[in-house]
């Protein structure tokens, strides 16, 4: 982090008690994905007793950093504290370091929830069908498949495969079959990547 953001910390000194710095901190993950609006910068600067804006900016900046190291890096919470350096205040290193501590596991889950998971596959229908009506063209398979992922919407991928793209995809599951057959008994052993189907 550089030099200078951390010069902004000691701004959260104002703050009346420790439950004002557990706001911010609060406020900060609630809209790491949005920014704060005016409201929220008003209630922090209130908090902090900030006449302008121009100081609160560096100071978020700072948290923000400082929210994100605990949160997607691997810090453990004994090493949280280890992220200041010396010309934090140790008060406030304190304060940070406790209130990190508490929320890390937390923010971690919610960052879980966030990712979004594979769909899984719910139904496979096909059906057989000429490319164009000219003649002399090879028939195709019509594959259809129902989807739903981890918030129970469903979807529908329609696509077609000819004699050759689809020999292609059946030898790649009968890898794929194979390869999680054997991860029971061969947790050790390295997968092959599978081969795209062009």
Not at 10 to 29: D, F, G, H
Not at 62 to 89: A, G, H, T, W
Not at 189 to 196: A, E, F, M, V
Request: charged fraction near 25%; glycine fraction near 4%.
């Amino acid at each position: 982090m550089e030099h200078s953001l951390w010069n902004h910390l000691p701004l959260l000194v104002r703050a009346n008690s420790k439950e004002s710095v557990e706001y911010i901190l609060q406020a900060l993950w609630r809209t790491r994905q949005t920014g704060l609006d005016s409201a929220d910068r008003l209630v922090i600067s209130d908090i902090l007793q900030l006449p302008n804006d121009t100081d609160l900016d560096p100071l978020l900046v700072c948290l923000r950093m400082l929210i994100r190291r605990c949160v997607y890096e691997n810090v453990s919470k004994d090493d949280i504290q280890k992220l200041f350096p010396e010309e934090v205040l140790p008060e406030l290193q304190r304060l940070l370091t406790l209130l990190l501590q508490k929320f890390q596991t937390e923010w971690r889950a919610d960052v879980f929830k966030d990712q979004v998971g594979f769909p899984r596959l719910k139904a496979m229908t096909w059906n057989m069908a000429n490319q164009d009506a000219a003649e002399g063209t090879d028939p195709v398979a019509v594959i259809n498949l129902k989807l739903q992922d981890d918030t129970q919407s469903h979807s529908e991928v329609k696509f077609q495969l000819g004699k050759d793209t689809l020999e292609t995809m059946v030898k790649s599951m009968y890898c794929i079959r194979d390869q999680l057959s054997d991860l029971g008994g061969a947790s050790s052993r390295q997968l092959s990547q599978g081969t795209n189907i062009v």
